[in-house]
Antibody, heavy 117, light 107 residues
């Protein structure tokens, strides 16, 4: 069965960095585009970034462009989100999700990132 | 960027009722519109893709329609497990924006 398991969240000070991982299993990872979506406490869903199946193309939300970087290692079936120059407004649960036919059909359970001094 | 709006922002209904949630895009998105619901403490779940395509395993009481800029999600015969927050999302162009959500509560 399809599984997506995020890790790497935690408490980090403003201006510092963090790397999130999303381990995929149960499907052929290198044939699917993947996304990161976040949700601030008590708020709605915010699309963050996506990466093509082969890593050749990426796109970002304006709010994170230049600070967050999506990448993948298809040899390890793992998606990453490198987060730099973190701000308080980056505090959220971060979900990875698989894209199928222009929709996000499987989601991980999420990992919480808290940016606080 | 394409902006998504939803109405109502919250909705109270009884088990067995029929409800409709509306989603509007700020520019035409053909049928690149998806619906999700999310229960507290859980990840979102895909219900409908491409405006009207029901996902495998999703009950047939859910249906979606629309194209261009205006879309609807209809749930008939509401069940207790349907009370959640519903989000639309456009996948026509990046950023793949979500609507602000509609919270469906039990009356």
């Amino acid at each position: 069965q399809v599984q997506l398991v995020e890790s790497g969240g935690g408490v980090v000070q403003p201006g510092r960095s963090l790397r999130l991982s999303c381990a995929a299993s149960g499907f052929v990872f290198n044939t699917y585009a993947m996304h990161w979506v976040r949700q601030a406490p008590g708020k709605g869903l915010e699309w963050v970034a996506f990466i093509w199946f082969d890593g050749s193309h990426t796109a970002y939300a304006d709010s994170v462009r230049g600070r967050l970087t999506i990448s993948r290692d298809n040899s390890k079936d793992t998606l990453y989100l490198e987060m730099n120059t973190l701000r308080a407004e980056d505090t959220a649960i971060y979900y990875c999700a698989r894209q199928r036919r222009d929709a996000l059909d499987y989601w991980g359970q999420g990992t919480l990132v808290t940016v606080s001094s | 960027d394409i902006q998504m709006t939803q109405s109502p922002s919250s909705l109270s209904a009884s088990v067995g009722a029929r409800v409709t949630i509306t989603c509007r895009a700020s520019q035409t998105i053909s049928t690149y519109l998806n619906w999700y619901h999310q229960k507290p403490g859980k990840a979102p779940k895909l219900l409908i893709s491409a405006a009207s395509s029901l996902q495998s395993g999703v009950p047939s009481r859910f249906s979606g329609s629309g194209s261009g800029t205006d879309f609807t999600l209809t749930i008939i015969n509401l069940q207790p497990e349907d009370f959640a927050t519903y989000y639309c999302q456009q996948s026509h162009s990046t950023p793949h924006t979500f609507g602000p959500g509609t919270k469906l509560e039990i009356k």
